[in-house]
């Protein structure tokens, strides 16, 4: 079982649909909770960081985190074309300098 | 807003050549990382470094590759001799003391030929 699953897509919706994107886990060490905006060939620019289990948000954005289940989502409301990328999972476990762990994102495309 | 540069953008060479991928991290961050993404997969871990030194390698982080603070803003990240395979584009992070996220940078794309 990978660490990390998330469904690669392509996911396509219209413009102003609410999106909603997701990952699994199966370590149970990982406590900080990432999601990150990559578009194409360029670095990943962190969205949300979350480290608790409940909701977060940020504008369009809501970062979502169930521990007991393993499961973290992000919900981008009135989605615009703009927000066409692949989006990334990351979390990473307590400790000095520990490493994230990525799924392999999702591709999203919204359309006019 | 401080953020994370890299250079070059992009470097071609010759399979069995050495390159130094630069970084310069957020000025007052203190851990630093490298990461790499095959083109089509997902990103990958390969070093942290904290302190001066290695805290963790992944095991794609052979004898090859080795990491650099030369000075106080650079962060480097070398290998010796490239093969095909290690064809990608290479992604430093850094993170403040205060929390853990990290920040990247826009990559180097690297294509060994």
């Known amino acids: 079982q990978k660490e990390v699953e998330q469904d690669p897509g392509p996911l396509s919706v219209p413009e102003g649909a609410i999106v909603s994107l997701n990952c699994t886990y199966s370590?149970?060490?990982?406590?900080?909770f990432m999601w990150y905006r990559q578009y194409s060939r360029k670095g990943p620019e962190l969205l949300m960081y979350t480290y608790s289990s409940g909701n977060k948000e940020d504008g369009r954005f809501t970062a979502q985190v169930d521990k007991s289940s393993k499961y973290i989502s992000l919900f981008i409301r009135d989605s615009q074309p703009s927000d066409s990328a692949t989006y990334l999972c990351?979390?990473?476990?307590?400790?000095?300098?520990?490493?994230?762990?990525f799924g392999t994102g999702t591709r999203l495309q919204v359309t006019l | 807003e401080p953020e994370v540069t890299q250079t070059p953008s992009h470097q071609v060479t010759q399979m069995g050549q050495e390159v130094i991928l630069r970084c310069v991290p957020i000025s007052n961050h203190l851990y630093f990382y490298w990461y790499r993404q095959i083109l089509g997969q997902k990103v990958e871990f390969l070093v942290s470094?904290?302190?001066?030194?290695?805290?963790?390698k992944s095991e794609i982080f052979d004898d090859q590759f080795s990491v650099e603070r030369p000075d106080g803003s650079n962060f480097t990240l070398k290998i010796r001799s490239t093969k095909l395979e290690d064809s990608a584009m290479y992604f430093c992070a850094s993170r403040g003391q205060g929390g853990n996220e990290q920040f990247f940078g826009p990559g180097t794309r690297l294509t060994v030929l």
């Open positions: 470094f904290y302190n001066n030194e290695i805290s963790e």
């Open positions: 990351a979390m990473t476990s307590t400790g000095t300098a520990s490493k994230l762990t």
């Open positions: 370590n149970s060490a990982f406590q900080y």
